[in-house]
């Protein structure tokens, strides 16, 4: 790919409500995901993979915990000269004050406007941390270029037993072009004869003019409106190319779907198509000494991070970064995030353990496949009676 | 201060292991290389410019060091030079010993114009502050200080033994003796002066080159000439790994809990070229107990008392044990390993056997491949 052909904007802003409490002090792109990662990566690995250096990061609060993560943008080649990494802070609309609306009127895009401009770049694609995949931006390119529509934008095919009725599809003409993205429950929207939807991904490339006037139009207008709303506009309003993707995907919206990705992926058919394809998954480096796990260990079925300590037995969870697993514990079917610490002698079934949480000896914490148990960022637990307040 | 890191050996005694890599690149403790030791210990100790001089295949340790950004050494002042042999008007400068490595680089040591010089070897395994050392190295208003370690008389007959006085000042210096009458072993740590050093070189290759080697010649010349030449006692844990026994058995070593080489600590952490892997993949018949494993590996057979390190396959009945395998190596179905060392990027087909005793380590090769058919 030419040098600045495309550009990409990362768009945080996205509902998080439903995956409360793990996004109580982050955006759902930064959760973290699959042992090592957040979901921000995914989007842009790809960017990296298609050799795109120009990137807007779009954060809906202060986007602390996405500085942090990304920093100079080098873990993922983007701290070069030209180009690079640019993080815009405050713009969830649904958290800015009504005082500060009133001046945003007519100026919400103004910074993504001159990103664009400055980025000289011909398309620009517009991406979320929501969907989960591992796809080639350059084929979507190819895919757009030899199309005449101005906006492409990406599914999947999914069985319509596996859709939630919320979940956002694409209305394929016969011809297979997008005429719309409505909820899977919209009575517009039938399954095609093999009972299947075509689910987006709500990734859209676009010519970069094309995409500063529909900024510049929705300003003009004075219309304070998501720049996802703005996209899912400009294909209602245009013919839209649809772009089948067809490798690992996961969507995430509330606790049981996060739940479930994290699971599917100890798949090893989707751990391998997902994280060891060419298009390498990029992330923040970090320095951890190797994982030592002690005679009285037995792990299987699960995905291990280093830096960690484990002397109990872990079967089918997915173990991040530097956690402590004492003897005698039990944990299964659950997700640990970095540097959690399990007493001696507790036994963890189907929960979720944010970072830095602390379970003491000898407790239960036992959720189910549907529910699973949630214990938020730093908690220290001690007492059983504390594991039913959660 | 100045450091020059001395990762020129070519390792021989390494055997097939270092065929096409140089003994500091050589992988030790799952994500470490030897030299990373040594470059963390600098970068910990304030030190901000590192010369690495190499000599034989330096390809895998230049890939390895890059801008020196792993360690926290890729500074604006500073930062870490791999110093290289190279051909001159003069001729060209390859080392004919540790001495003569730093005088065929003077001109690097001079633009950085150093007070004081520190000389250090890249394939030791420990853990020093070397800022002590300087200190130590003023309050004696020495010429050359050397670092020393304790070791037993047997241990003693393969290092460079320091007697000294009461004062610890070095008055005699035996290489390799049959009758140690110290437990003094250089550890190839050296602090000079750099003034003095630099005359005693120049002089030396303009005239008779003698001074080719620091234990040699450099340490009794200075001796012979009265320089203030100190042993400096360092008391933690300190290996050579220049053997495969000795390789093998520091990362034997380095697989306990217990090992006072304490890699967790935080306050004195060993860095590495970070790597962006998946994380290690356990399945559901994998078992794996008393060991080390790293990002990236592959687990489906059982893993007892054994360092694995990043991108190692371990196929489904296979058993690795005492062993240490290094970074990429493939372990087929139904493989038995047994102290052994296995090299990077190995392939061992199903059904093989490798099994080495504690006195005769088994070693495959960097990128050897072992019983696998061919199709």
């Known amino acids: 790919m030419r040098h600045n052909t495309v550009s990409a904007i990362i768009n945080l802003v996205e509902p998080w409500e439903k995956l409360e409490p793990l996004t109580l002090d982050r955006p ?34 202060s986007g602390r915990s996405v500085a942090d993560h990304l920093r100079s943008g080098n873990d993922w080649n983007l701290d070069t000269i030209r180009g690079g990494l640019f993080n815009f802070p405050y713009n969830d609309l649904s958290l800015i004050a009504p005082q500060k609306k009133e001046t945003l009127i007519h100026h919400y895009y103004d910074n993504t406007i001159l990103f664009l401009k400055r980025s000289s770049s011909e398309y620009t694609v517009v991406m979320g941390t929501r969907n989960i995949c591992n796809i080639d931006l350059k ?41 719309a993205i409505l909820p899977a429950d919209s009575e517009n929207v039938t399954p095609n004869e093999n009972h299947k939807y075509a689910k987006s991904l709500k990734i859209f490339l676009m010519s970069t003019i094309d995409l500063i006037d529909i900024l510049k139009e929705a300003n003009e207008r004075g219309d304070l409106i998501s720049l996802e709303d703005l996209m899912l506009q400009a294909v209602m309003q245009h013919n839209a190319n649809a772009f089948e993707y067809t490798g690992f995907y996961a969507n995430i919206h509330n606790i049981e779907s996060y739940y479930n990705a994290n699971m599917s992926i100890l798949k090893e058919d989707n751990f391998r198509s997902l994280l060891y394809t060419q298009r390498r998954i990029f992330t923040k480096v970090k320095n951890e000494i190797p994982t030592f796990f002690a005679r009285s260990s037995h792990v299987k079925g699960s995905l291990c991070g280093t830096g960690g300590y ?60 549907e529910k699973p148990i949630v214990i938020g960022k730093g908690q220290r637990i001690f007492q059983q009676k504390e594991v039913a307040n959660v | 201060m100045l450091a020059i890191i001395l990762a020129g050996g070519q390792g021989s005694r390494l055997g097939k292991l270092t065929k096409s890599t140089a003994k500091p690149a050589v992988p030790f403790g799952g994500r470490y290389r ?104 003023k309050a004696k208003k020495a010429s050359l200080t050397v670092g020393v370690i ?31 009458k110290s437990n003094k072993a250089s550890m190839g740590i050296y602090i000079f002066n750099w003034e003095t050093l630099r005359n005693y070189l120049t002089t030396s290759f303009s005239t008779n080159k003698k001074l080719e080697d620091f234990g040699k010649n450099v340490i009794p010349m200075y001796l012979a000439n009265n320089e203030s030449a100190y042993a400096y006692s360092f008391e933690g844990y300190w290996r050579d790994v220049g053997t495969i026994k000795s390789l093998w058995q520091a990362n034997m070593e380095f697989l306990s809990p217990y090992n006072s080489l304490n890699i967790g600590d935080h306050n004195w952490r060993i860095n590495s070229k970070a790597q962006v892997l998946p994380p290690m993949y356990l399945t559901p018949t994998s078992n794996i107990n008393n060991s080390m494993v790293v990002d990236s590996c592959y687990v489906a057979g059982e893993v007892d008392h054994s360092i694995l390190s990043q991108r190692v396959s371990v196929g489904e009945g296979s058993k690795v044990v005492d062993s240490m395998i290094m970074p990429g190596a493939t372990i087929g179905k139904n493989v038995v390993i047994d102290h052994a060392l296995v090299g990077e990027e190995a392939v061992i087909g199903d059904d093989a056997v490798v099994k080495g005793t504690v006195d005769d380590i088994a070693v495959v090769g960097y990128g050897e491949v072992l019983g696998v058919k061919k199709s």
Not at chain 2, 155 to 163: D, I, V
């Open chain 1, 28 to 61: 759902v792109g930064t959760l973290p995901f699959g042992g090592r990662y957040r979901l921000i990566d995914f989007p842009l690995s790809s960017i990296t993979n298609a050799g795109i250096q120009n990137v807007m990061i779009v954060s809906p609060r």
């Open chain 1, 139 to 179: 084929a979507l390119l190819r895919y757009h270029q030899e199309r005449d529509n101005p906006v492409t934008t990406v599914y999947k095919s999914i069985d319509a037993s596996e859709t939630e009725p919320d979940a956002s599809v694409l209305q394929l003409t016969s011809n297979g072009m997008a005429t």
């Open chain 1, 310 to 369: 484990i002397e109990g037995k872990i079967d089918h969870s997915v173990i991040f970064r530097n956690v402590f697993v004492n003897r005698n514990s039990e944990i299964k079917d659950s997700v640990i995030m970095q540097g959690t610490r399990i007493g001696a002698g507790s036994k963890i079934e189907y929960a979720i353990l944010d970072k830095n949480v602390v379970i003491g000896p000898n407790l239960q914490l036992k959720g189910t496949p």
């Open chain 2, 34 to 137: 030897i030299i990373d030791f040594t470059l963390s210990n600098c970068a910990n100790s304030g030190i901000s410019t590192v010369g690495v001089i190499t000599q034989y295949q330096p390809l895998e340790l230049n890939a390895h060091i890059g801008n020196g950004s792993s360690w926290g050494l890729d500074d604006q002042m500073g930062g870490v030079t791999v110093l290289q042999p190279f051909s001159s008007t003069e001729g060209e400068k390859f080392f004919e010993g540790t001495a003569h490595a730093i005088y065929q680089n003077i001109e690097y040591i001079d633009q950085q114009n150093p007070k004081y010089l520190l000389v250090l070897s890249g394939d030791h395994i420990y853990k020093m502050d070397y800022r002590a050392m300087l200190e130590y190295h």
């Open chain 2, 150 to 180: 304790p070791v037993s008389t047997e241990e003693a007959k393969r290092f460079g033994m320091m007697n000294t006085d009461e004062t610890d000042r070095i008055i005699e210096f035996e290489e390799k003796p049959a009758h140690p």
